[in-house]
């Protein structure tokens, strides 16, 4: 294995070095699994060896690591990922090393909440997978335009491999340029796809993580530890023994714990299965939205554009109703409430999707019930205009030692801060402060 994979890294040398007009960049997309890990670990290790110990050498093209955060990740993935990307980040600075960390959101109207529970579009399967398109394929596609239009051409190196499936090895073989590397993208214009572990068989990929250091620091034991616990039973585990701590582990893939596209999400009912029960809500919510996807009662009889949507059968299959939104949007903060009770830092739907849903419902002339009055209904306020990212929630709730109700005190003050700020004066701030502190020891320290 240890000869097959110097010929991949010295075959990436020979490809960065690679004369070309343009000093195409690379551009990576890391999701944090096993493929893209391996990827990222063996690009990483190729300009190791080409700088070699020349703290002078100059690389000729820049390499972009592209994460793209549909907003519906798996949050255990989620979490990890986050601090992956920051370590990749800092790792990058101190080698000097041509790796910049990018991450791409899909745009607030294409989001999986504002789709469904602000439009009303059913909840995506096999022949209508809105997702992929505007979650996915859109975010990133403009990064790499962006990449075109300032270098004339770019390489978006792939983790895909034949072995993952055979419909995989089909796709991979009809965009391949005989007797080239590199193939051109199905998609975007000027742009080139290489895919350097297209011949790695899953053992291998396993044995790079295992057997290879993260060379960019990071415990490479943690996504081993997540993937063992979400291969499910009838997965098929290699058994890529590095050293004896190295158990089988499965092959399961992460996606968004909201999908409802596959018939069973096997890696989330495992990883509950295996201890992480925080996520049974959540998968409950995503198995109760695959069950009501085509009640008729739920759907209305026309499209969004006015076109009759009622088959011969008298069935509706339009988008959803506004009551069914309303109680989609309620069953999902509840959801959310019940997990930040153990993990506070999570959020499965953010103040400006609630903002933008609202908006929504406006525009389709919905004003008897709002979003402000349906979130005041579970948590006891209103929707906060302060919006943190999860790096930032992360380290709140560390500060908070993990404590559901200080880390919620603390978010509630930032937030009634921010709305004075939006004052000339912040007149009368100190009293509101003093008053919502005095409510908070007496409602949770009273003894």
Same mark, same amino acid.
């Given at each position: 294995?240890?000869?097959?994979?110097?010929?991949?890294?010295?075959?990436?040398?020979?490809? $960065?070095?690679?004369?070309?007009?343009?000093?195409?960049?690379?551009?990576?997309?890391?999701?944090?699994?096993?493929?893209?890990?391996?990827?990222?670990?063996?690009?990483?290790?190729?300009?190791?060896?080409? !700088?070699?110990?020349? /703290?002078?050498?100059?690389?000729?093209?820049?390499?972009?690591?592209?994460?793209?955060?549909?907003?519906? +990740?798996?949050?255990?993935?989620?979490?990890?990922? #986050?601090?992956?990307?920051?370590?990749?980040?800092? &790792? &990058? !600075? %101190?080698?000097?090393?041509?790796?910049?960390?990018?991450?791409? @959101?899909?745009?607030?109207?294409?989001?999986?909440?504002?789709?469904?529970?602000?439009?009303? $579009?059913?909840?995506?399967?096999?022949?209508?997978?809105?997702?992929?398109?505007?979650?996915?394929?859109?975010?990133?596609?403009?990064?790499?335009?962006?990449?075109?239009?300032?270098?004339?051409? =770019?390489?978006?190196?792939?983790? @895909?491999?034949? &072995? #993952?499936?055979?419909?995989?090895?089909?796709?991979?073989?009809?965009? +391949?340029?005989?007797?080239?590397?590199?193939?051109?993208?199905?998609?975007?214009?000027?742009?080139?796809? $290489?895919?350097?572990? *297209?011949?790695?068989?899953?053992?291998?990929?396993?044995?790079?993580?295992?057997?290879?250091?993260?060379?960019?620091?990071?415990?490479?034991?943690?996504?081993?530890?997540? $993937?063992?616990?979400?291969?499910?039973?009838?997965?098929?585990?290699?058994?890529?023994?590095?050293?004896?701590?190295?158990?089988?582990?499965?092959?399961?893939?992460?996606?968004?714990?909201?999908?409802?596209?596959?018939?069973e999400d096997k890696s989330m009912s495992a990883?509950?299965?295996?201890?992480?029960?925080?996520?049974?809500?959540?998968?409950?919510?995503?198995?109760?939205?695959?069950?009501?996807?085509?009640?008729?009662?739920?759907? /209305?009889?026309?499209? *969004?554009?006015?076109?009759?949507?009622?088959? =011969?059968?008298?069935?509706?299959?339009?988008?959803?109703?506004?009551?069914?939104?309303?109680?989609?949007? !309620?069953?999902?903060?509840?959801?959310?409430?019940?997990?930040? !009770?153990?993990?506070?830092?999570?959020?499965?739907?953010?103040?400006? +999707?609630?903002?933008?849903?609202?908006?929504?419902?406006?525009?389709?002339?919905?004003?008897?019930?709002?979003?402000?009055?349906?979130?005041?209904?579970?948590?006891?306020?209103?929707?906060?205009? +302060?919006?943190?990212?999860?790096?930032?929630?992360?380290?709140?709730?560390?500060?908070?030692?993990?404590?559901?109700?200080?880390?919620?005190?603390?978010? %509630?003050?930032?937030?009634?801060?921010?709305?004075?700020?939006?004052?000339?004066k912040n007149y009368g701030l100190q009293n509101?402060?003093?008053?919502?502190?005095?409510?908070?020891?007496?409602?949770?320290? &009273?003894?």
């Amino acid at each position: 294995m240890s000869k097959r994979i110097d010929t991949i890294i010295n075959e990436l040398i020979d490809q $960065y070095l690679e004369e070309d007009r343009y000093n195409r960049p690379w551009i990576i997309g890391f999701s944090g699994g096993k493929d893209s890990t391996a990827l990222l670990t063996l690009v990483w290790l190729a300009l190791q060896k080409l !700088k070699g110990d020349n /703290s002078n050498f100059t690389f000729k093209r820049p390499v972009y690591v592209i994460c793209n955060d549909t907003m519906v +990740e798996n949050p255990v993935i989620e979490e990890y990922v #986050e601090v992956v990307l920051n370590t990749i980040h800092n &790792a &990058a !600075k %101190e080698q000097n090393l041509p790796i910049t960390v990018k991450k791409t @959101t899909p745009k607030l109207e294409d989001t999986f909440w504002c789709c469904v529970i602000g439009k009303g $579009y059913p909840v995506p399967n096999n022949s209508f997978r809105f997702c992929t398109e505007k979650m996915k394929i859109k975010p990133t596609s403009q990064f790499i335009t962006s990449q075109v239009d300032v270098n004339g051409e =770019a390489i978006i190196l792939l983790g @895909t491999r034949m &072995a #993952e499936s055979q419909q995989r090895a089909r796709s991979m073989q009809k965009h +391949e340029i005989k007797g080239h590397l590199l193939s051109k993208h199905p998609l975007n214009p000027n742009t080139y796809t $290489y895919a350097p572990i *297209r011949d790695l068989m899953l053992e291998e990929v396993w044995y790079i993580i295992n057997a290879f250091p993260s060379p960019w620091g990071f415990d490479n034991k943690i996504l081993y530890g997540i $993937y063992l616990d979400a291969s499910a039973d009838d997965y098929e585990c290699p058994t890529v023994v590095t050293d004896e701590s190295h158990k089988s582990c499965g092959q399961s893939r992460f996606g968004c714990w909201i999908c409802t596209v596959v018939k069973e999400d096997k890696s989330m009912s495992a990883l509950i299965k295996n201890g992480v029960e925080w996520m049974k809500p959540l998968l409950e919510y995503r198995n109760k939205l695959v069950e009501n996807r085509n009640i008729s009662e739920f759907r /209305s009889s026309t499209r *969004r554009n006015g076109q009759d949507a009622v088959d =011969a059968t008298g069935h509706n299959m339009g988008n959803y109703t506004f009551e069914y939104r309303v109680q989609m949007l !309620k069953e999902l903060l509840d959801v959310q409430k019940q997990i930040q !009770k153990i993990k506070p830092h999570i959020d499965l739907i953010n103040s400006q +999707e609630l903002i933008a849903i609202q908006v929504m419902w406006y525009r389709d002339g919905e004003f008897d019930i709002t979003v402000n009055q349906i979130y005041n209904e579970v948590y006891g306020r209103v929707v906060s205009t +302060e919006n943190f990212g999860l790096q930032e929630r992360l380290l709140l709730e560390k500060i908070c030692n993990g404590n559901p109700n200080d880390y919620h005190l603390i978010q %509630e003050l930032l937030a009634l801060q921010k709305s004075k700020g939006l004052l000339m004066k912040n007149y009368g701030l100190q009293n509101d402060l003093e008053s919502h502190l005095d409510l908070f020891l007496k409602n949770n320290y &009273a003894n």
